[in-house]
Nanobody, 125 residues
């Protein structure tokens, strides 16, 4: 099973990006999905999760700026809408999936067996 991210880019602070994550073999409908990010020299951190019922959680640092969603028309795709980007948002962003539908609390990368290879987001001041 392979997850593929896209949409990363270099933008100015205050700008927006939409990241996309897709799979050719995995249906996202009933799964817990997540976006993580990792900046150079830092640990991988959870950014947002969405469970099988559509309930979402966000890291405090991105609340009210980022939105995670599943594509209602395409059950193999999900998104991360990122607004009001800051230089500290610069990182490699990864999508991840669980086999089940309930997202763990607290969120840990160790709880997600399926990962993409990442897409780079760079925000300049």
């Amino acid at each position: 099973v392979q997850l593929v991210e896209s949409g990363g880019d270099s933008v100015q602070a205050g700008g927006s990006l939409r990241l996309s994550c897709g799979s050719s073999t995995l249906s996202f409908t009933l799964r817990c999905l997540a976006w993580f990010r990792q900046a150079p020299g830092k640990d991988r951190e959870a950014v947002a999760t969405i469970d099988r019922d559509g309930s979402t959680t966000y890291a405090d640092s991105v609340k009210a700026r980022f939105t995670i969603s599943k594509d209602n028309a395409d059950n193999t795709r999900m998104y991360l809408q990122m607004n009001s980007l800051k230089p500290e948002d610069t990182a490699m962003y990864y999508c991840a999936s669980q086999w089940g539908g309930r997202c763990p609390v607290p969120v840990s990368s160790a709880d997600f067996p399926l990962w993409g290879r990442g897409t780079q987001v760079t925000v300049s001041s």
